[in-house]
């Protein structure tokens, strides 16, 4: 006889914004692997959430696909709030997504730097301001109740250098606000960051620079996926972390690099 399915009520379930693929995905099957229900946000990548949505269903039944283009602040106030209907629930949020679109001080413009700052730090905010008022509410049933956010930054911050501005700059104002956040939603909300090295390669970089590159570091590796969705998991279940960032970078952080690894 096949073991019954978990009640679905009981079962954690998390928001993973930027998941159909990459990090996201890899972050989605860890903790569907550690009994998490998933909710897979996505924007344009429809076949790979698909995808992604039934390899973690595979793990821990439930998992669905929510899409929404983080940019538009309409979209991210609705997005937590239609997870919440689907699933009853929500104790997680792990902010994934990211804009990444290279300028520098020469290049830079208010158009670039808005594009970044609400899909890479906006959007963060009013989703983990969603994730506080479902706890809050929770509360008044379940006083014991508790949420968490996992931000997703960049060991680049550590390491400054003139490429990719508005990226780094709507990454640092999430470093900002993961210490803000952790102290204004406490003690409903805790609120972590991790940090990625370079982990997977982009389409400025050929295979055999990113291999290169990877080894730049002072233990000769960068991290690996599965290193970053080890952290992440450490983050959403580990009861007294909050207000701080795990840098999971192979102590690439610890070097400096005069540009970024796919303009070296
Ligand atoms: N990859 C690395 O080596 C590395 C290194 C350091 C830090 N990080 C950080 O780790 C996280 C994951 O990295 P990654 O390389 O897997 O990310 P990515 O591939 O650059 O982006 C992840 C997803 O973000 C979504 N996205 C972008 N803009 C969006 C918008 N306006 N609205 C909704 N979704 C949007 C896209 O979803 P769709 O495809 O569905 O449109 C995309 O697939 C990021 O926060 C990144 O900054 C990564």
Not at 137 to 150: F, I, L, M, S, W
Not at 229 to 254: C, K, M, P, R, W
């Amino acid at each position: 006889m096949s073991a019954p399915l978990p009640q679905v009520a009981s079962v954690p379930s998390v928001l993973i914004t930027g998941a159909a693929k990459r990090l996201g995905r890899e972050i989605a099957l860890k903790l569907a692997a550690n009994g998490w229900r998933i909710a897979v946000h996505y924007r344009d990548s429809v076949e790979e959430a698909r995808q992604t949505v039934a390899d973690c269903s595979r793990l821990t039944p439930g998992a669905q696909a929510f899409r929404s283009n983080l940019g538009n602040e309409t979209a991210v106030r609705n997005l937590l709030p239609s997870v919440i209907e689907a699933f009853g629930h929500v104790d997680a949020v792990v902010n994934c997504a990211s804009t990444f679109e290279h300028d520098t001080a020469a290049t830079f413009s208010f158009a670039a730097m808005e594009k970044h700052m609400r899909s890479n730090a906006g959007a963060a905010i009013l989703i983990s301001q969603a994730l506080h008022t479902h706890i809050v509410e929770r509360r008044k049933t379940q006083p014991d109740a508790t949420g968490v956010v996992v931000n997703l930054l960049d060991q680049k911050l550590w390491n400054q250098n003139p490429d990719f501005l508005s990226y780094t700059l709507s990454k640092s104002a999430l470093e900002g606000a993961t210490t803000m956040l952790a102290i204004g939603l406490s003690p409903e909300l805790r609120v972590v960051g991790v940090a990625p090295g370079l982990t997977l390669t982009s389409h400025l970089l050929p295979d055999d620079k990113f291999e290169e590159m990877h080894k730049l570091s002072p233990l000769g590796r960068s991290s690996t996926p599965q290193d970053v969705a080890y952290a992440v998991q450490f983050a959403v279940e580990n009861q007294s972390i909050t207000g701080t960032t795990l840098l999971v970078d192979g102590g690439q952080h610890l070097m400096r690099f005069k540009r970024d690894f796919s303009l070296m």
